[in-house]
């Protein structure tokens, strides 16, 4: 048996809505030929498994493939190292350093935008369109994240995001995604993005940028491996 928590990562200011996330704090419990198997019984979008808390090591499932980086397996990683008692300045998933920090409520990480997935950034018009929409957009590929401005000057942002490669779908929060499209616009971003969750992004230096916000705490249970 392995101890698995379930969260919600970016939620809004409420505590609705967010990315569900398995995290299995003491990854050693699951054999490393298993984890694959687990996130696809999992089926969240992903779950991570940390080896080392003191170093930051951890590796990211998604239900089909393992992740060099993700922004909200990190994100709802280090918020929940900190609740146990355990924070930590950096997470190192197999992409490299993630840097870590805390503002109030909201956990933050820095990446490398090439540490991201290649989501494909796609402009739409307006940001009803986005909220409009059923499917991807005709034509784009695999990964399409489609945004447009809500309101340009307050640098709002409407966002939805499919991953079609690994069986996820619609994804509710993209934290990668938020981190190339800092780095792409180069400006700091409210974003909304799915039914209702709410990410916070910011370019940094050498293509790099963060992306942080709310996480909840939805359920502690023993899970057979």
Same mark, same amino acid.
């Given at each position: 048996?392995?101890?698995?928590?379930?969260?919600?990562?970016?939620? $809004?200011?409420?505590?609705?809505?967010?990315?569900?996330?398995?995290?299995? /704090?003491?990854?050693?419990? #699951?054999?490393?030929?298993?984890?694959?198997?687990?996130?696809?019984?999992?089926?969240?979008?992903?779950? #991570?498994?940390?080896? $080392?808390?003191?170093? *930051?090591?951890?590796?990211?499932?998604?239900?089909?493939?393992?992740?060099?980086?993700?922004?909200?397996?990190?994100?709802?990683?280090?918020?929940?190292?900190?609740?146990?008692? $355990? =924070?930590?300045?950096?997470?190192?998933?197999?992409?490299?350093? @993630?840097?870590?920090?805390?503002?109030?409520?909201?956990?933050? #990480?820095?990446?490398?935008?090439?540490?991201?997935?290649?989501?494909?950034?796609?402009?739409?018009?307006?940001?009803?369109?986005?909220?409009? /929409?059923?499917?991807?957009?005709?034509?784009?590929?695999?990964?399409?994240?489609?945004?447009?401005?809500?309101?340009?000057?307050?640098?709002? @942002?409407?966002?939805?995001?499919?991953?079609?490669?690994?069986?996820? *779908?619609?994804?509710?929060?993209?934290?990668?995604?938020?981190?190339? /499209?800092? @780095?792409?616009?180069?400006? =700091?971003?409210?974003?909304?993005?799915?039914?209702?969750?709410?990410?916070?992004?910011? =370019?940094?230096?050498?293509?790099?940028?963060?992306?942080?916000?709310?996480? @909840?705490?939805?359920?502690?249970?023993?899970?057979?491996?």
């Amino acid at each position: 048996m392995a101890t698995l928590h379930v969260l919600r990562v970016f939620t $809004d200011e409420a505590g609705e809505h967010g990315n569900p996330l398995g995290v299995f /704090l003491d990854g050693f419990e #699951v054999p490393a030929n298993r984890r694959q198997a687990v996130a696809h019984q999992l089926g969240f979008s992903e779950t #991570v498994y940390v080896d $080392d808390p003191g170093r *930051g090591r951890c590796r990211i499932f998604t239900p089909g493939l393992e992740l060099g980086f993700a922004g909200h397996p990190t994100v709802g990683a280090a918020w929940l190292l900190a609740e146990r008692g $355990d =924070p930590v300045e950096q997470l190192r998933p197999p992409a490299g350093v @993630v840097d870590v920090r805390r503002d109030g409520e909201l956990t933050f #990480v820095a990446a490398k935008a090439e540490w991201s997935p290649p989501w494909e950034l796609i402009e739409l018009d307006s940001a009803s369109a986005v909220a409009e /929409l059923t499917e991807p957009p005709a034509g784009s590929g695999e990964l399409p994240f489609c945004w447009a401005w809500a309101d340009k000057d307050a640098g709002r @942002v409407r966002a939805r995001c499919w991953s079609l490669e690994d069986g996820i *779908g619609e994804d509710e929060a993209t934290g990668s995604a938020a981190i190339m /499209l800092a @780095v792409a616009l180069d400006r =700091p971003l409210t974003i909304d993005q799915g039914e209702g969750s709410l990410l916070y992004a910011g =370019p940094l230096s050498e293509a790099r940028a963060e992306v942080g916000g709310r996480v @909840v705490l939805d359920e502690v249970r023993e899970f057979a491996v």
